[in-house]
Nanobody, 127 residues
């Protein structure tokens, strides 16, 4: 069983920065493709960023490209989301997701590729 625990959320003014962390338990982190998703009030959950198990491939939602950076440290079983130039429309609950052990080195944008989910961390950006 894999557990994912997010941290680093909070409230920030527009233009500010936050770094989200997702700590994973279990032995399969280094072979897991990882992603970040978010859900704003009244909206469906949406893809934000993903990183392949090797870290060699990443994908981003168009609206966060150039502002957000996903990275991972397999030695620490942790994936990060550095968020810069935050906008009010980035306000949401952010979820970390993991594929579990995978033979594919792939930064998937689809929720269906992710088996494990964290509890979420709130990010609020004020104008």
């Amino acid at each position: 069983q894999v557990q994912l625990v997010e941290s680093g959320g909070g409230s920030v003014q527009a233009g500010g920065s936050l770094r989200l962390s997702c700590a994973a338990s279990g032995r399969t982190f280094s072979s897991s493709n990882m992603g970040w998703f978010r859900q704003a009030p009244g909206k469906e959950r949406e893809f934000v960023a993903a990183i392949s198990r090797s870290g060699g491939s990443t994908n981003y939602k168009d609206s966060v490209k150039g502002r957000f950076t996903i990275s991972r440290d397999n030695a620490k079983n942790t994936v990060y989301l550095q968020m810069n130039s935050l906008k009010p429309e980035d306000t949401a609950v952010y979820y970390c997701a993991g594929s579990g052990g995978s033979f594919r080195d792939y930064a998937s944008t689809s929720e269906r590729e992710y088996r494990y989910w964290g509890q979420g961390t709130q990010v609020t950006v004020s104008s």
